[in-house]
Structure formats: structure tokens, C-alpha cells
């Protein structure tokens, strides 16, 4: 079965055990060359900080060099944590890979710290700063429209290169603030799906048509891991649950296959599943309908997959296994 609507591909730049983090960029690179040859829409780098297992902690950097390594996919931030930063810096630096890369930049923008509390504070973050957002990505937008709220303050590069904004969110704000600013939104229902339904209904209950976008649009996220067979999948995703059991433990903590089970069959397990629950696993045809049902009942305009398999080999056969049953 064919995806009905477009379909993107959000990568974490996972790191391995074992692996370098050289080696996990090599990957992306092959996963963003593969979702090109696949009829993949865009692909997403996300920003988090001070996790080991991420190597996507710099968006822009690895966005200019996928970006040389690839010729047309669309490739952005899934997103950028604007409250992290300042808005001109993202302008001039998502200005840049536009000057550089025409017509192929997205500017995903979140909320979240993409950390904790410590790397806050190393981040030269304070709590606080997540309420001035509406207002950053207002100041974000007038610089790369090239009409700047700051008088006298402008970003070169960046000014009138228009580089497409989303809002990204797992609450009714990203859906109410997306709404207001007539801005496409993403839900991250590959890892928050609790208010999904709700937050994608209030989006579009509530938008107004915007100089970016004259009706609403709405990206849903899953997860998918699709192998040559059920079984193999199977035992993928066993072993993606076993990995986020360190979600739940303090940072660095040993644990066997056999202590991860007994946790995942814990209540602890329980919302490890659930943050998973918006998921696709099976054969290539099998998570083609799964997705495609997926879009239909999210009524979403495009689907963002993460393909969270721990070891590079399969990821790169769960991209190229669902790109086969693309549109």
C-alpha cells in the first residue's frame, strides 16, 4: 500500500555502544542520501544537548554538511530549541544554509530545553525564557522576512531568504500558538502522543491564514521499524524498549537484558511503551499500512517517521523498506 501523504524522516544521529560519534554523522549523511533515492519529503535533525547517545546537539552544522552530501531533499531542525538561543543567531545561521542551499531549509522551533536542568544552567538558560517564545519566533520571522522588530537590527545572512517556519509541540500551546502565527505545526507524537487528537484538532479549529501558509498543516510523528520480516522487527523493537529503559534510570546506570524486562514490566515500563505507542512494525508492506492509517486518522498532511533501531544497519533497512511503498 502507498503512503498517501508525503512522508519525512526525523533523525537523532543515534549513537551506538561502541560507536564513535564520527561514525554515527557518517550515518546520517547515508540515512538523508537514502531518503533522497527513497522519495522522502525532508529530514529532520532535532537539538538535545549533553545526551551521549545524540549526536545531533549542533542542527545547523550537520543540516550544511548533509546538505553538501545530498542534492534536493529538503533538510531542517526538528527543531531548534529557540529559547536556547537568540533569534538572530538562528536568522543568520538558518539564513546562511538558505544562501548556501536554496530552497531546501526548514526551521523547526520548540520550546523544550532539550536537556536537563544542569545543562540548562550550562546553557546559560533560565526557566523563564520559554515564556518570551511567542515573541522570539515573531522577532526570528521578521529577520528572515527581511522586515526586522528591532530597528537598526538585521541578519546578514538571512534577511528576506523566507526559510519556511514550523512550530513544534506535544501540548495544546504548539497547537494554539501555531494556530495564531498561521505557521504549519508538528506534533511529536513519536514520543509524547497523549494529546495528539486533541492538540491536532484544536490547530485547526483555530488557524488563521498567514503570508507563510494559507491553510492549515499538520505533521504527525511515529516511529517505524520495518525489517524483512515481523519476527526481525519484533525483536528491533525489543530491543529499542531494553535502550530506553536508561530513560528511566540515573544517568549511567549498568543494566542486563534481563533487569531491562523486568523494569518494562514494571509501571515504569508501561509509560516507556506508551511514549511508543505511535508506532509502525513489520515488513516493508506492513508499515506502509500502518503509516497509511496512521495519516487517515490523524488527518494529517505528512508523516514524519523515526526509525529508532540502536544499530545503523537496520535503520538504514527500515528507510529503504518503507520508501519502497512511497507514492
Not at 522551533?109 to 526557566?127: I, K, S
Not at 509509560?271 to 506502509?288: I, T, W, Y
Request: negative net charge.
Amino acid at each position: 500500500m502507498a503512503v498517501p501523504v508525503p512522508l519525512s524522516l526525523l533523525d537523532l544521529a543515534i549513537v551506538r555502544p561502541g560507536e564513535s560519534f564520527a561514525d554515527a554523522l557518517a550515518t546520517s549523511v547515508q540515512l538523508a542520501q537514502l531518503a533522497e533515492a527513497s522519495g522522502y519529503a525532508r529530514v529532520w535533525y532535532a537539538e538535545h544537548h549533553n545526551m551521549a547517545r545524540i549526536a545531533s546537539s549542533a542542527t545547523a552544522v550537520l543540516i550544511a554538511h548533509v546538505a553538501a552530501h545530498t542534492r534536493t531533499i529538503r533538510l531542517g531542525a526538528g527543531g531548534v530549541m529557540l529559547p536556547n538561543h537568540a533569534p538572530l543567531v538562528i536568522a543568520e545561521q538558518y539564513g546562511t544554509l538558505a544562501t548556501l542551499y536554496p530552497d531546501r531549509i526548514d526551521l523547526g522551533l520548540g520550546r523544550a530545553p532539550g536537556t536537563d536542568q544542569a545543562t540548562m544552567r550550562a546553557l546559560r538558560r533560565d526557566a523563564s525564557t520559554a515564556d518570551t517564545f511567542p515573541d522570539d519566533v515573531l522577532e526570528l520571522q521578521g529577520y528572515l522576512r527581511g522586515r526586522s522588530l528591532l530597528p537598526g537590527v538585521n541578519a546578514y545572512p538571512g534577511a528576506g531568504t523566507d526559510v519556511p517556519l514550523f512550530i513544534l509541540g506535544s501540548s495544546l500551546f504548539g497547537a494554539t500558538l501555531a494556530a495564531q502565527l498561521g505557521l504549519p505545526y508538528a506534533f511529536a507524537s513519536h514520543f509524547a502522543p497523549a494529546a495528539l487528537h486533541e492538540a491536532t484538532a484544536l490547530y485547526r479549529e483555530q488557524f488563521r491564514p498567514s503570508a507563510q501558509l494559507a491553510a492549515p498543516y499538520l505533521i504527525t510523528a511515529m516511529n517505524v521499524i520495518a525489517d524483512d520480516d515481523t519476527t526481525a522487527a519484533e525483536h528491533q523493537l525489543e530491543a529499542v524498549l531494553r535502550a530506553r529503559v536508561a530513560l528511566v534510570l540515573p544517568p549511567g546506570t549498568e543494566y542486563t537484558d534481563e533487569q531491562a524486562d523486568e523494569i518494562l514490566a514494571s509501571p515504569h515500563g508501561e509509560r516507556l511503551r506508551q511514549m511508543m505507542s505511535c508506532r509502525a512494525v513489520g515488513s516493508g508492506e506492513q508499515v506502509s499500512e500502518q503509516v497509511a492509517e496512521f495519516a487517515r486518522s490523524t488527518g494529517a498532511d505528512e508523516v514524519i517517521v523515526s526509525h529508532p533501531s540502536p544499530v545503523a544497519a537496520d535503520r538504514l533497512r527500515s528507510v529503504r523498506l518503507l520508501g519502497e511503498h512511497l507514492r
